[in-house]
């Protein structure tokens, strides 16, 4: 009988973790998504289910106001359901603390990640007392977004803190008067520039078109609205394409005469 040596024990320990790390996976990003991160910004649960098998999303972004937009409450038992909704579906799930103090920030902070601190990114306005929380959260090692970013200047607060993430809100800032898009670039420049790997997370979207804009420029992170999601998709030459198509494959044969519209 051949023996069973230390050896052979670690052989097959390695081969059991190595089966459940490529079978038992809970990972949903694609092996050729490369560096890019997109973020469902809802938390209609309904938008979830229409958008999310799209395959496009890395996770879910929400905040107290769209919680209330959504009628979903802002307590600690709702988002760890939301949370687990989420995390079924994608990778990440990021939602905003809250309160009058710092200890109550800290407090919501821990209890909502408590559920998985690996996937559940914690959100933390970028003034000076939210910074104070997201450097106790950090410390407790919970994953933090500093949000609701209006200057370039921010990010430098992002870099040197090392958080792993910062959301200028790019609409809002065009809002106030300010070039948002101007803002975005020279934010991923900052990062870039002090050798950080904050990721420059731009939030407050209104079309497609502004995200292809940005990606040409090098920015890979974004969360946005079910509009802009759909904005994405939205092509009527590509949609009479796939029509065309399928009136081919429903008469059985090749034998007419296909002009498909691009060509």
Same mark, same amino acid.
């Given at each position: 009988?051949?023996?069973?040596?230390?050896?052979?024990?670690?052989?097959?320990?390695?081969?059991?973790?190595?089966?459940?790390?490529?079978?038992?996976?809970?990972?949903? !990003?694609? @092996?050729?998504?490369?560096?890019?991160? #997109?973020?469902?910004?809802?938390?209609? !649960? *309904?938008?979830?289910?229409?958008?999310?098998?799209?395959?496009?999303?890395?996770?879910?972004?929400?905040? @107290?106001?769209?919680? +209330?937009?959504?009628?979903?409450?802002?307590?600690?038992?709702?988002?760890?359901?939301?949370?687990?909704?989420?995390?079924?579906?994608?990778?990440?799930?990021?939602?905003?603390?809250? %309160?009058?103090?710092?200890?109550?920030?800290?407090?919501? &902070?821990?209890?909502?990640?408590?559920?998985?601190?690996?996937?559940?990114?914690?959100?933390?306005?970028?003034?000076?007392?939210?910074?104070?929380? +997201?450097?106790?959260?950090?410390?407790? %090692?919970?994953?933090?977004?500093?949000?609701?970013?209006?200057?370039?200047?921010? +990010?430098?607060?992002?870099?040197?803190?090392?958080?792993?993430?910062? *959301? @200028?809100?790019?609409?809002?800032?065009?809002?106030?008067?300010?070039? &948002?898009?101007?803002?975005?670039?020279?934010?991923?420049?900052?990062?870039?520039?002090?050798?950080?790997?904050?990721?420059?997370?731009? +939030?407050?979207?209104?079309?497609?078109?502004?995200? &292809?804009?940005?990606? =040409? =420029?090098?920015? $890979?992170?974004?969360?946005?609205?079910?509009?802009?999601?759909? %904005?994405?998709?939205?092509?009527?030459?590509?949609?009479?394409? *796939?029509?065309? #198509?399928?009136?081919?494959?429903?008469?059985?044969?090749?034998?007419? $005469?296909?002009?498909?519209?691009?060509?």
């Amino acid at each position: 009988m051949p023996s069973f040596t230390s050896s052979s024990a670690v052989f097959v320990a390695t081969a059991l973790v190595s089966f459940c790390n490529f079978h038992c996976s809970t990972s949903f !990003t694609p @092996p050729f998504r490369g560096e890019c991160r #997109f973020f469902l910004d809802t938390a209609d !649960t *309904a938008e979830w289910d229409d958008l999310l098998p799209r395959g496009l999303f890395h996770g879910v972004t929400t905040n @107290p106001t769209l919680l +209330a937009r959504a009628n979903q409450p802002c307590t600690v038992s709702n988002l760890h359901t939301l949370s687990s909704k989420a995390l079924a579906l994608t990778d990440e799930f990021m939602c905003q603390t809250w %309160g009058s103090t710092a200890d109550d920030m800290y407090r919501h &902070g821990m209890e909502i990640s408590a559920m998985d601190r690996d996937r559940i990114v914690i959100k933390v306005p970028v003034t000076a007392e939210g910074t104070k929380v +997201a450097t106790m959260l950090a410390r407790s %090692g919970v994953r933090i977004c500093l949000t609701a970013c209006y200057n370039s200047k921010q +990010a430098v607060i992002a870099a040197s803190m090392g958080v792993e993430y910062i *959301a @200028p809100y790019l609409g809002r800032m065009n809002d106030n008067g300010k070039d &948002g898009f101007k803002e975005c670039v020279r934010m991923q420049n900052i990062v870039d520039g002090l050798g950080s790997d904050t990721r420059i997370l731009v +939030a407050s979207l209104r079309d497609a078109e502004t995200l &292809g804009d940005l990606a =040409v =420029v090098g920015l $890979d992170t974004y969360t946005f609205s079910p509009n802009v999601a759909r %904005g994405l998709f939205d092509e009527r030459l590509t949609d009479a394409a *796939a029509d065309e #198509f399928e009136t081919a494959a429903s008469l059985g044969s090749v034998e007419f $005469d296909l002009k498909p519209p691009f060509l």
